[in-house]
């Protein structure tokens, strides 16, 4: 079956503009993340949704950022005013029935931020 | 606090070396669940394993197994007899209540032939 999609692979902005990222998790996942992971660094928690509501947004990072889920599928991380240390791969990972400590994690591509 | 550690940044061996990858890891839950995950050079991240809080079994799985040691506080991967394709990076990660994964920083292991 069809594993959890990104999109853009890659998007190149210029400082101040807005972004849009995709995220298509695998079908009945009803649980769905974000993650930030800079260069060479581990990944950093943005935000959880299960179904479409997301209980826990501690980990935007500024009033910037913003997600939303709509039909228990599809996401999408928006960046306003996007900043230079916002050039990232911002991964999307979804699980079975959340939350649960114990359900594996199946994640996306990514998509490559790079802000000029 | 860092709640998991990879003490190891990178790590270099030849081909068909023994590894070990360490992961210290901090809570006060005692119900919690561990993971590896692998992170080829295709950026792509790979469940390895889960382990939960109550199973101190080791695990093997063909040239991977995993060690975990609660009094130690310490969930290690080796890989034995290791292989080019192994070149990766590996992270361990920490599942509390009620469901956020807390990730180490990863450790880079080069397999050179």
């Known amino acids: 079956g069809a594993g959890v999609s990104q999109s853009p692979s890659n998007k190149v902005t210029e400082k101040g503009k807005d972004v849009e990222l995709r995220c298509d998790p695998i079908?009945?996942?009803?649980?769905l993340y974000w993650y930030r992971q800079r260069l060479g660094q581990g990944l950093e928690f943005l935000i959880y949704f299960q179904g479409n509501s997301a209980p826990d947004k501690s980990g935007l990072p500024s009033d910037r950022f913003s997600a939303e889920r709509t039909g228990e599928s599809v996401s999408t991380l928006t960046i306003q005013r996007t900043q230079q240390e916002d050039s990232a791969v911002y991964l999307c990972a979804s699980s079975l029935e959340g939350p649960a400590l114990r359900n594996e994690q199946f994640f996306g591509p990514g998509t490559r931020l790079t802000v000029l | 606090a860092q709640k998991v550690t990879q003490a190891q940044t990178e790590i270099s061996v030849v081909e068909k070396e023994d590894v070990t990858l360490d992961c210290v890891y901090e809570?006060?839950?005692?119900?919690?669940?561990l993971f590896w995950y692998k992170q080829p050079p295709s950026g792509e991240l790979v469940f390895l394993i889960r382990r939960n809080s109550f199973d101190e079994q080791n695990e093997i799985s063909g040239r991977y197994s995993w060690n975990f040691q609660k009094s130690t506080s310490s969930f290690n991967f080796t890989i034995t007899a290791s292989q080019v394709v192994d070149s990766a990076v590996y992270f361990c990660a920490l599942s509390e209540a009620p469901y956020q994964l807390i990730w180490g920083a990863g450790t880079k292991l080069i397999i050179k032939p």
């Open positions: 809570t006060r839950d005692t119900t919690y669940y």
């Open positions: 079908s009945g996942h009803t649980a």
